[in-house]
């Protein structure tokens, strides 16, 4: 079972297709909307990714579920199931092939700090930048059961990194 995309070099694409994709979703979000901000792999400059964009959108309630989703279906868009509460998830795909994730979170939710920090220090360090797109490579490499088997394969080395950062921030 292969990944939702391959993973391909960096592309200075990526943030123009954000700043496009940003204003489009802003405009389903009213009174709600907080902020938006590009996380993942294609937000972190020379990082090879799978050329998914992932979209944080910030708000301070979830309301209107029904008419937000009607609005993201108008831009492509299909809900997944609720990642945690308070974090919905949508996902588009052009000809079966993954584009676009947008993780809608209630302000304070502890994802936001999570994926802006990750996405930050891989921003700051070149060398944690190589580590972690080598995991990826690897993992793309050895992949047999698709985007869980890779996710999960993924998740100690970013929990490792975040606890980290986390306790080096508490003693500071």
């Excluded at 709600?32 to 301070?60: N, Q, W």
């Excluded at 995991?135 to 606890?163: C, H, T, W």
């Amino acid at each position: 079972m292969a990944l939702t995309s391959k993973i391909s070099s960096y592309s200075p694409q990526w943030p123009l297709a954000f700043c496009a994709e940003r204003e489009r979703i802003a405009q389903g979000f009213a009174g709600e909307l907080l902020d938006i901000h590009h996380v993942g792999s294609t937000a972190v400059v020379g990082l090879a990714a799978k050329p998914e964009l992932d979209v944080l959108v910030v708000v301070s309630q979830h309301r209107e579920a029904a008419a937000r989703r009607a609005f993201m279906a108008t831009l492509g868009y299909v809900r997944g199931s609720d990642l945690s509460v308070g974090h919905h998830f949508y996902r588009r795909d052009v000809e079966g092939v993954r584009t676009h994730k947008v993780h809608v979170c209630l302000v304070g939710h502890e994802q936001i700090r999570w994926m802006l920090g990750f996405r930050d220090l891989l921003r700051a360090d070149v060398e944690l930048c190589q580590q972690y797109q080598a995991l990826k490579l690897q993992l793309e490499a050895s992949n047999r059961d698709g985007i869980a088997e890779y996710l999960a394969g993924k998740a100690p080395f970013i929990e490792a990194v975040m606890r980290r950062h986390l306790q080096s921030a508490a003693r500071d």
